[in-house]
């Protein structure tokens, strides 16, 4: 969405530092602020060049965004991990359920699953109160 079109259709009632500041924003260049005669236009713009031209400040940055991407891939790992957990569980206790209504013995299941007895009764208790 454009800023532009937000200042002129929708934000008539906001004064025009504002929407010079608006214009700014989705376009800041030198050009627009040699155009204005807003002095605190004119410092947010030298605040900006500042800040842009600041190599410590690009090295923090870029410290930073390099820290978020690899929290965002080891939480995305994480949850694609538990994501398969959940998968795996999800098909054991279908297998497990399946078997038991085949007439299989709970201790049959458990050895043949390397499930506990007490799980597959869990599981099994669970799939009762559903059905109730």
Request: net charge negative; proline share 0%; glycine share 6%.
């Given at each position: 969405?454009?800023?532009?079109?937000?200042?002129?259709?929708?934000?008539?009632?906001?004064?025009?530092?504002?929407k010079l500041f608006l214009r700014y924003v989705e376009n800041s260049s030198d050009d627009l602020v040699?155009?204005?005669?807003?002095?605190?236009?004119?410092?947010?713009?030298?605040?900006?060049?500042?800040?842009?031209?600041?190599?410590?400040?690009?090295?923090?940055?870029?410290?930073?965004?390099?820290?978020?991407?690899?929290?965002?891939?080891?939480?995305?790992?994480?949850?694609?991990?538990?994501?398969?957990?959940?998968?795996?569980?999800?098909?054991?206790?279908?297998?497990?359920?399946?078997?038991?209504?085949?007439?299989?013995?709970?201790?049959?299941?458990?050895?043949?699953?390397?499930?506990?007895?007490?799980?597959?009764?869990?599981?099994e208790n669970e799939t009762k109160e559903l059905s109730v």
């Amino acid at each position: 969405m454009r800023i532009h079109l937000l200042i002129n259709k929708i934000l008539n009632d906001v004064d025009e530092e504002m929407k010079l500041f608006l214009r700014y924003v989705e376009n800041s260049s030198d050009d627009l602020v040699e155009e204005t005669e807003s002095e605190l236009l004119k410092e947010i713009h030298r605040k900006v060049k500042e800040i842009k031209s600041s190599k410590k400040l690009e090295v923090e940055y870029m410290t930073l965004l390099e820290k978020y991407e690899e929290i965002a891939e080891e939480a995305e790992e994480r949850g694609i991990e538990k994501g398969i957990e959940k998968g795996i569980e999800k098909g054991m206790k279908a297998l497990v359920l399946k078997m038991l209504q085949n007439g299989m013995s709970k201790e049959l299941v458990a050895k043949g699953t390397g499930i506990s007895k007490e799980q597959i009764e869990e599981w099994e208790n669970e799939t009762k109160e559903l059905s109730v």
